[in-house]
């Protein structure tokens, strides 16, 4: 047989192999236009396909492995095969150092395939397991993600559903909607449809470093030109943390996350100065469980890919305790919080813009906490204990002595609990022009750039319960 009646054949072979699919439509819209080049085409499982598409490709530049679930083969049923082909571009990204994107759509395991079914379902989780803070991983859950792969898209580091796609362990009316995944923290983003999940993933990847080793990606950016506002937000004590980060961060570069799982801490990835960041912003009032694992949770991905995290700090503290709930469950996820926040060596910069009461201000941003450097504006208020508490002990007498309480607690405040008191003890760094909020920090991680810690050795540290 002659040269070209081999490659006519070959052609033949891939054409029949690689028929149009969600799957493969799907995989064109997160590479760049023509440089997905697919793996094992021409893999089979019980007569048909894999029931997956692999392969790699570029995401504005940058080698990414993929992999897309095609339920348009025997509803994309895990198997075997299905696995082997997910596990080489786990094993890929590893020699290559390069991100994952999964993007789930599958039924489940191939019942026929029985206990095989469950080792390809082990065999996955443990690559994606291995790979964790290695590579930035992304899942799409583009339909539906059921069983042992709800595990394994969970494990990633971002999550973005589709508003139409389904999430869960065990089949229960109603209960594994995309609604329900960001309420509890499992979905970080939920789009209108795949599609929009798709580019919302691939705008993740972009901004993470290609592996925990690499440096970050440089931006074009421009300034929001909301700088000047800083000014009348410090002095009126009002300003929404979504807000504050649109001021301070490169226009239109945040991407929120876990919006839905708790509204009492704003989190984000965005750039400042054309450089990724993570950011952490609380709200003004108390930091509940939730707050407290969702800043967490950012705190460490950013730490795992040295990604730099700015906290903006306006708090009252811990919640006492929250209904329905021991009073001293706030006790562990405070301690969780902190422990997270001391262990990251990433660049850690803090920016104290109102409240800063006691052992949030500790966990957060103090230099207990490894803040590299902390900033306050002028309206912050740094206290041990709340300013009525701490101005009833300290200056209660007062009170009788043609003074209120409330005269004696902004004496408090003013004084005691001011920012310049704070820096002239050592407990902040400066304080400075809310409206230079944003030259400074682009300063300070310029400053940080190089930072490098070496912790004591060990394998890891233990979070509280």
């Known amino acids: 047989m002659s040269a070209e009646s081999k490659m006519s054949l070959l052609a033949s072979a891939r054409e029949k192999a690689v028929v149009a699919s969600p799957a493969r439509e799907r995989l064109a819209l997160l590479f760049d236009e023509g440089t997905f080049t697919e793996l094992d085409a021409f893999a089979k499982a019980a007569g048909g396909s894999a029931g997956v598409v692999t392969g790699y490709g570029a995401v504005e530049g940058t080698t990414v492995f993929a992999f897309a679930q095609d339920k348009s083969d025997a509803n994309g049923a895990v198997g075997r095969v299905q696995a082997a082909k997910i596990k080489k571009v786990y094993?890929?990204?590893?020699?290559t150092g390069s991100p994952v994107v999964g993007i789930y759509d599958s039924f489940g395991a191939a019942l026929t395939e029985g206990n095989d079914?469950?080792?390809?379902?082990?065999?996955m989780l443990l690559c994606g397991n291995s790979l964790s803070g290695v590579v930035p991983q992304v899942s799409v859950v583009a339909g539906v993600c059921a069983?042992?792969?709800?595990?394994?898209?969970?494990?990633?580091?971002?999550?973005?559903?589709?508003?139409?796609?389904?999430?869960?362990?065990?089949?229960?009316k109603g209960e594994g909607t995309a609604d329900n995944a960001a309420k509890a923290g499992v979905a970080h983003i939920v789009e209108k449809d795949a599609d929009a999940a798709i580019a919302k993933a691939r705008h993740l990847v972009s901004m993470m470093p290609q592996n925990n080793l690499s440096s970050l990606p440089i931006f074009d950016f421009a300034a929001s030109g909301l700088e000047a506002s800083l000014t009348a937000a410090c002095e009126s004590g009002d300003i929404k943390a979504a807000d504050l980060v649109k001021a301070v961060f490169d226009a239109d570069?945040?991407?929120?996350l876990l919006g839905g799982f708790d509204d009492s801490v704003y989190t984000a990835m965005a750039t400042l100065g054309g450089f990724t960041c993570g950011v952490v912003a609380t709200e003004g009032g108390a930091l509940n469980a939730r707050s407290c694992a969702k800043a967490a949770r950012l705190m460490q991905v950013c730490d795992a890919?040295?990604?730099?995290?700015?906290t903006f700090?306006?708090?009252?503290?811990?919640?006492?305790?929250?209904?329905?709930?021991?009073?001293?469950?706030?006790?562990?996820?405070?301690?969780?919080?902190?422990?997270?926040?001391?262990?990251?060596?990433t660049p850690k910069i803090a920016v104290v813009t109102g409240k800063a009461y006691g052992p949030a201000y500790v966990a957060m941003a103090g230099k207990n906490a490894g803040a590299d450097l902390v900033l306050a504006w002028p309206s912050a208020v740094i206290s041990a204990l709340k300013p009525e508490t701490a101005a009833a002990i300290l200056h209660g007498d007062d009170v009788t002595k043609n003074k209120d309480m409330a005269a004696v607690t902004a004496d408090y405040i003013a004084g005691e609990a001011s920012p310049y008191q704070a820096s002239a003890d050592g407990t902040v760094d400066d304080v400075i022009d809310p409206?230079?909020?944003?030259?400074?920090?682009i300063s300070a991680l310029d400053m940080l750039s190089g930072k490098r810690v070496t912790k004591l050795p060990k394998k890891h540290g233990n979070l509280p319960l």
């Open 117 to 123: 079914a469950l080792a390809a379902y082990g065999e």
């Open 91 to 95: 094993d890929l990204a590893v020699k």
């Open 313 to 345: 700090v306006n708090t009252c503290g811990f919640q006492a305790g929250e209904s329905g709930h021991n009073p001293l469950r706030m006790v562990r996820e405070a301690a969780k919080l902190a422990h997270v926040y001391a262990e990251a060596t």
């Open 305 to 310: 890919f040295q990604i730099p995290v700015v």
């Open 435 to 441: 409206a230079n909020t944003r030259n400074l920090l």
């Open 253 to 256: 570069s945040a991407v929120e």
């Open 147 to 172: 069983g042992c792969a709800a595990m394994l898209a969970a494990g990633a580091d971002f999550v973005v559903m589709s508003k139409k796609a389904e999430l869960f362990l065990t089949p229960a």
